[in-house]
Protein backbone atom coordinates (compact mmCIF):
# COMPACT_ATOMS: atom_id res chain seq x y z
CA UNK A 1 0.00 0.00 0.00
CA UNK A 2 2.70 2.35 0.90
CA UNK A 3 4.45 2.03 -2.29
CA UNK A 4 1.46 2.39 -4.47
CA UNK A 5 1.01 5.79 -2.68
CA UNK A 6 4.72 6.89 -3.55
CA UNK A 7 4.45 6.22 -7.19
CA UNK A 8 1.22 7.95 -7.58
CA UNK A 9 3.27 10.61 -5.86
CA UNK A 10 6.17 10.68 -8.19
CA UNK A 11 3.37 10.71 -11.15
CA UNK A 12 1.91 13.73 -9.80
CA UNK A 13 5.20 15.87 -9.18
CA UNK A 14 6.21 15.03 -12.84
CA UNK A 15 3.30 15.99 -14.37
CA UNK A 16 3.02 19.34 -12.36
CA UNK A 17 6.60 19.77 -13.80
CA UNK A 18 5.87 18.39 -17.29
CA UNK A 19 2.67 21.53 -17.21
CA UNK A 20 5.38 23.96 -16.04
CA UNK A 21 7.81 23.15 -18.56
CA UNK A 22 5.16 23.36 -21.15
CA UNK A 23 4.09 26.91 -19.60
CA UNK A 24 7.62 27.76 -19.59
CA UNK A 25 7.92 26.70 -23.37
CA UNK A 26 4.78 28.81 -24.69
CA UNK A 27 5.42 31.43 -22.81
CA UNK A 28 9.16 31.64 -23.89
CA UNK A 29 7.75 30.78 -27.85
CA UNK A 30 5.19 33.59 -27.41
CA UNK A 31 7.88 35.96 -25.97
CA UNK A 32 10.29 34.91 -28.88
CA UNK A 33 7.19 35.23 -31.64
CA UNK A 34 6.73 38.96 -30.33
CA UNK A 35 10.49 39.57 -30.02
CA UNK A 36 10.49 38.81 -34.24
CA UNK A 37 7.46 41.08 -34.72
CA UNK A 38 5.75 38.44 -35.72
CA UNK A 39 2.74 38.57 -33.05
CA UNK A 40 1.51 41.41 -30.84
CA UNK A 41 2.01 39.75 -27.22
CA UNK A 42 1.47 43.55 -25.14
CA UNK A 43 -1.47 44.15 -27.15
CA UNK A 44 -3.00 40.84 -28.24
CA UNK A 45 -1.81 37.62 -26.31
CA UNK A 46 -0.56 39.23 -22.94
CA UNK A 47 -4.41 40.77 -22.19
CA UNK A 48 -5.88 37.17 -22.92
CA UNK A 49 -3.47 35.46 -21.11
CA UNK A 50 -3.28 37.61 -18.04
CA UNK A 51 -7.11 36.14 -17.55
CA UNK A 52 -6.27 32.45 -17.56
CA UNK A 53 -5.92 31.70 -13.54
CA UNK A 54 -2.44 30.37 -12.74
CA UNK A 55 -0.87 33.16 -15.47
CA UNK A 56 -1.17 35.98 -13.42
CA UNK A 57 1.75 34.48 -11.74
CA UNK A 58 3.65 33.80 -14.14
CA UNK A 59 3.29 36.84 -17.16
CA UNK A 60 4.77 40.23 -15.73
CA UNK A 61 2.04 42.52 -14.67
CA UNK A 62 3.47 44.78 -17.40
CA UNK A 63 5.60 44.89 -20.64
CA UNK A 64 6.80 48.01 -22.10
CA UNK A 65 9.14 48.27 -24.83
CA UNK A 66 11.86 49.86 -23.78
CA UNK A 67 11.95 52.08 -27.55
CA UNK A 68 8.22 53.00 -27.24
CA UNK A 69 8.72 56.54 -26.17
CA UNK A 70 11.51 57.21 -28.88
CA UNK A 71 8.84 55.16 -31.42
CA UNK A 72 5.97 57.41 -30.68
CA UNK A 73 8.09 60.46 -31.33
CA UNK A 74 9.40 59.05 -34.50
CA UNK A 75 5.69 58.36 -35.65
CA UNK A 76 4.94 62.05 -34.47
CA UNK A 77 7.72 63.34 -36.66
CA UNK A 78 6.59 61.59 -39.47
CA UNK A 79 3.17 62.71 -39.17
CA UNK A 80 4.56 66.61 -39.13
CA UNK A 81 6.51 65.76 -41.84
CA UNK A 82 3.48 64.83 -44.02
CA UNK A 83 1.36 67.44 -43.07
CA UNK A 84 4.21 69.59 -44.25
CA UNK A 85 4.51 67.86 -47.42
CA UNK A 86 1.05 68.28 -47.61
CA UNK A 87 1.05 71.53 -47.15
CA UNK A 88 3.73 71.93 -49.33
CA UNK A 89 2.21 69.92 -52.49
CA UNK A 90 -1.11 71.96 -52.39
CA UNK A 91 1.11 75.29 -52.10
CA UNK A 92 2.71 74.23 -55.37
CA UNK A 93 0.02 72.79 -57.21
CA UNK A 94 -2.31 76.60 -56.43
CA UNK A 95 0.90 77.89 -58.02
CA UNK A 96 0.44 75.94 -61.17
CA UNK A 97 -2.49 77.16 -61.52
CA UNK A 98 -1.36 80.87 -60.89
CA UNK A 99 1.05 80.11 -62.98
CA UNK A 100 -1.39 78.48 -66.35
CA UNK A 101 -3.81 81.25 -65.57
CA UNK A 102 -1.17 84.18 -65.90
CA UNK A 103 -0.18 82.89 -69.04
CA UNK A 104 -3.31 82.35 -69.88
CA UNK A 105 -4.09 86.45 -69.37
CA UNK A 106 -0.24 87.05 -71.21
CA UNK A 107 -1.64 85.12 -74.19
CA UNK A 108 -4.96 87.33 -74.28
CA UNK A 109 -2.89 90.86 -73.25
CA UNK A 110 -0.32 89.92 -76.46
CA UNK A 111 -3.42 89.51 -78.73
CA UNK A 112 -5.14 92.28 -77.82
CA UNK A 113 -1.93 94.26 -78.38
CA UNK A 114 -1.55 92.62 -81.86
CA UNK A 115 -4.54 93.50 -82.97
CA UNK A 116 -4.66 97.23 -81.98
CA UNK A 117 -1.12 97.23 -83.49
CA UNK A 118 -3.29 96.04 -86.70
CA UNK A 119 -5.60 98.66 -86.51
CA UNK A 120 -3.46 101.20 -86.04
CA UNK A 121 -1.74 100.23 -89.47
CA UNK A 122 -5.15 100.49 -91.08
CA UNK A 123 -5.88 103.32 -89.57
CA UNK A 124 -2.29 104.85 -90.71
CA UNK A 125 -2.61 103.81 -93.90
CA UNK A 126 -6.42 105.16 -94.20
CA UNK A 127 -4.88 108.41 -93.30
CA UNK A 128 -2.85 108.46 -95.19
CA UNK A 129 -4.42 107.37 -98.30
CA UNK A 130 -6.89 109.93 -97.54
CA UNK A 131 -4.22 112.61 -97.28
CA UNK A 132 -3.01 111.41 -100.30
CA UNK A 133 -6.39 111.48 -102.14
CA UNK A 134 -6.69 115.07 -100.62
CA UNK A 135 -3.71 116.10 -102.07
CA UNK A 136 -4.33 114.73 -105.90
CA UNK A 137 -7.33 116.58 -105.57
CA UNK A 138 -5.72 119.41 -104.34
CA UNK A 139 -3.81 119.29 -107.95
CA UNK A 140 -6.61 118.68 -109.75
CA UNK A 141 -8.40 121.51 -108.80
CA UNK A 142 -5.90 123.78 -109.79
CA UNK A 143 -5.32 122.34 -112.75
CA UNK A 144 -8.89 122.50 -114.05
CA UNK A 145 -8.84 126.09 -112.77
CA UNK A 146 -6.01 126.72 -114.88
CA UNK A 147 -7.22 125.57 -117.69
CA UNK A 148 -9.89 126.99 -120.59
CA UNK A 149 -13.40 126.35 -118.76
CA UNK A 150 -15.01 124.85 -121.82
CA UNK A 151 -12.21 122.23 -121.78
CA UNK A 152 -12.28 122.17 -118.08
CA UNK A 153 -16.11 121.13 -117.95
CA UNK A 154 -15.63 118.43 -121.13
CA UNK A 155 -13.24 116.78 -118.95
CA UNK A 156 -15.04 116.85 -116.16
CA UNK A 157 -18.43 115.56 -117.48
CA UNK A 158 -16.51 112.18 -118.36
CA UNK A 159 -15.37 111.76 -114.82
CA UNK A 160 -17.27 110.03 -112.13
CA UNK A 161 -19.72 112.37 -110.15
CA UNK A 162 -18.04 111.89 -107.32
CA UNK A 163 -14.81 112.92 -108.05
CA UNK A 164 -15.98 115.72 -109.97
CA UNK A 165 -18.09 116.90 -106.75
CA UNK A 166 -14.30 116.31 -104.78
CA UNK A 167 -12.71 118.63 -107.20
CA UNK A 168 -15.61 121.09 -107.55
CA UNK A 169 -15.39 121.35 -103.65
CA UNK A 170 -11.42 121.57 -103.42
CA UNK A 171 -12.16 124.44 -106.20
CA UNK A 172 -14.92 126.47 -103.56
CA UNK A 173 -12.52 125.99 -100.52
CA UNK A 174 -9.27 127.22 -102.46
CA UNK A 175 -11.52 130.19 -103.72
CA UNK A 176 -12.72 131.06 -100.09
CA UNK A 177 -9.51 131.05 -98.44
CA UNK A 178 -7.89 133.61 -100.82
CA UNK A 179 -11.13 135.31 -100.82
CA UNK A 180 -11.95 135.09 -104.92
CA UNK A 181 -15.38 134.07 -106.74
CA UNK A 182 -15.57 130.47 -106.86
CA UNK A 183 -15.75 129.35 -110.07
CA UNK A 184 -17.67 126.69 -110.17
CA UNK A 185 -21.28 127.85 -110.53
CA UNK A 186 -19.80 128.97 -114.61
CA UNK A 187 -18.46 125.27 -114.91
CA UNK A 188 -21.89 123.78 -113.68
CA UNK A 189 -23.56 125.99 -116.46
CA UNK A 190 -21.23 124.75 -118.95
CA UNK A 191 -22.54 121.49 -118.41
CA UNK A 192 -25.72 120.04 -119.76
CA UNK A 193 -28.65 120.49 -117.24
CA UNK A 194 -29.06 117.02 -116.51
CA UNK A 195 -25.66 116.16 -115.83
CA UNK A 196 -25.49 120.03 -113.84
CA UNK A 197 -28.29 119.04 -111.84
CA UNK A 198 -27.39 115.47 -111.15
CA UNK A 199 -24.37 117.12 -109.63
CA UNK A 200 -25.89 119.26 -107.63
CA UNK A 201 -27.75 116.95 -106.36
CA UNK A 202 -25.46 114.89 -105.17
CA UNK A 203 -23.39 117.54 -103.65
CA UNK A 204 -26.44 118.71 -101.84
CA UNK A 205 -26.38 114.86 -100.72
CA UNK A 206 -23.18 114.80 -99.48
CA UNK A 207 -22.69 117.67 -97.87
CA UNK A 208 -25.91 117.44 -95.67
CA UNK A 209 -24.12 113.36 -95.21
CA UNK A 210 -21.08 115.54 -93.36
CA UNK A 211 -22.80 117.70 -91.31
CA UNK A 212 -25.04 114.70 -90.06
CA UNK A 213 -21.86 113.41 -89.60
CA UNK A 214 -19.90 115.67 -87.87
CA UNK A 215 -23.07 116.56 -85.40
Do not use: C, H
Not at 7 to 33: Q, Y
Amino acid sequence: MIKRKKTRSEIDKRLINLVVLNIFLIASGILWLDYMGLINFKEGVFPTLAKIPGFNFILPKRLEDPLLLAKEEYRKQELVKKMEWDQLKDKQEKLEVLKTELEEKENSLKEQSDRVKEKELELDKKYSDQDNYRDRIGQQAKYFVSMRPEDAVNRLSNMDDLLVIDILKAIEKKALEEGKQSIVPYFLSLMTPEKASVIQRKMTIVEEDIKGTNF
